[in-house]
């Protein structure tokens, strides 16, 4: 293949940085990616929101102060990767307005998206997916 290196327009890409806001509700809790951190504006603290009978799962950030506030990430030159919650309050209802949909020994994921006027990254559990949890070295016969 012939073309001038010098003419091409590179980007550089941020590998560090999930592409999507996903949430995945896992055997032992809840994990946030990075994005969802990142719309948030890797607040200190969050309001867990849940309508269950639309199935929808919302965080918003918030201050300490504000009643049933939840200790979410650490500053942005600190927090170095996804947010995990195992807390039970917080898995136990999700599982259960997932319903049949999370298995024991699967994930669940869900795509996030950003209500800007709110301020609030909503969950609509009723899109979510289910996926097998990534192989380990282990699993695949690798020590």
């Known amino acids: 293949m012939n073309f001038d290196f010098s003419a091409l327009n590179f980007e550089t890409i941020d590998a560090n940085v999930n ?8 055997q032992n809790g809840v994990t946030f990616t990075k994005k969802v951190i990142e719309y948030l504006g890797y607040p200190a603290y969050v309001l867990c929101l849940l309508d269950p009978k ?5 965080i918003r950030a918030c201050k300490s102060s504000e009643s049933k506030a939840f200790k979410f990430s650490k500053p942005k030159n600190e927090q170095k990767g996804v947010v995990t919650i195992g807390n039970k309050n917080l898995l136990d209802p999700l599982r259960s307005v997932v319903g049949e949909g999370w298995v024991p020994g699967k994930r669940y994921r869900v795509r996030g998206f950003w209500v800007s006027d709110a301020k609030t990254m909503c969950f609509d559990l009723n899109e979510g997916t289910q996926e097998d949890f990534r192989s380990t070295n282990q699993e695949n016969g690798i020590e």
């Not at 592409?19 to 896992?26: K, M, T, V």
């Not at 639309?54 to 919302?58: H, L, Q, R, T, Y």
């Open 19 to 26: 592409a999507y806001p996903d949430l995945f509700i896992n």
């Open 54 to 58: 639309a199935k929808v799962f919302a």
